[in-house]
């Protein structure tokens, strides 16, 4: 999930990229649930600010700035319309700006440009759809606490004056620091850091943490304290201008990002789920408040610290069976054929540790097999109805028709196993394994004749 740095440099990207620009349209993908927009005047600016883990657009009335047809007239500005528009990221929220064909499948909310230069889009692009906005909207001060970036002195003051009053506190500080009320901008990664750099236990409980800086709130100390990392580690965020969110790839050793994290997803750190299901990295004993069940979840594989990564084992999980089985392929006396499910889940796991070209080339040419595959079953489905409707013109007997179906049946069955041959061929020379879901490679009955209803 985008944390309070990613969101602080999207309110910076937005500023630099329509400083000067005037924008007259706003539209809203179908499919997203999130409320429809409507711009405050017909040509409009746009500016951003943000705090902790929320991003405020605010939406100018841009007067005649920017008409073409060069007459512009003195606006008094508190007559000016504006519109505050709430943004949280979800997961994998971000923004782009962009030429208008050069749009994301995944923007849902586009801001046009009309101001006589070339003609660009603002968009929110968020291919999970977890992210929200909310027009008329301001900052959720009252569910928030102060922003741990930019307003480093309320935030520190807020902590300390209600960690005796909060049950919060009680519970272990690898939880707490996930709290908005309190530690607004802190998320998973950041966390990790913070408690990594400091050496602290993450299931200790937070005020055994908090209590001492209470009781030397005038004294000054060496070393950084636990809410000046909560500051300091994120500007440091900022200033590599790079993280995960921003579409870096994680397992491309080079990246900056990858080469300031410490704990986070690390070699030789360990991870546990906490009591809200997240998982905490960290390194050391785990700390008195763990959970019981000290679950855990996908251990990094070991990777190389050179910059020559090698290539790893990679799983293409493929629901093969899914895709060749005509099991709900039946043809009934309307001759209707229901057409099989779609091989999107055929790759259900990507390849993520592979940076090497050639194991990216062979990747993408395994996708395009699976998608053959997927025509080769499309096509095996219209012949059959096809063939349904030619017996019941033509009245042949029941022996030829089946006999005409084991036919086509075995010859699509032909091609689908070499194509399979051939997939897993290139995944033999290029180190990758293929698992295919639950069935097993079941050649002879991966296709199967549709049966009358």
Known sequence: MPEGPELHLASRFINRVCSGRVFNKILKSEISKNPIVHPPADRFRISATSRGKEIKLTLTDAGDAGATNGKKKAVNPSVLRTLDIVFTFGLAGKFEFCQQELLHKHAHLKFYTNDGQSDMVLSFVDYMRFGKWTPNADFSFKDRGPCVLTDYDNFRSHVLQNIESSTVFNKPICEVLLNQKYFNGIGNYLRAEILHRLNIPPFVSAKSVLQPLVDSMDVKTEFPDILQLCHRIPNEVIVLESSWYDGEDRSDETNVFNQWLQCYYQDGMKNMVDHNKRTIWFSGPAGPLAPKEGQTRGKKRTKSKKKSVQSSDATVESD???????????????????????SRRHVTQAVNNHTEEGARLTRGKMKEIIKEIDNISDNHVAMKKKNEKSRKRKQKSKGAVNEEKNDDTSETTSIVNGKLDEMEDLAKRSNISIKYKSVGRKRKNSLKTPKKA
């Open 320 to 342: 093969v069976n899914e895709t060749l089985t005509n099991k709900n392929c039946k043809a009934d006396d309307d001759t209707k054929v229901s057409k099989p499910k779609k």
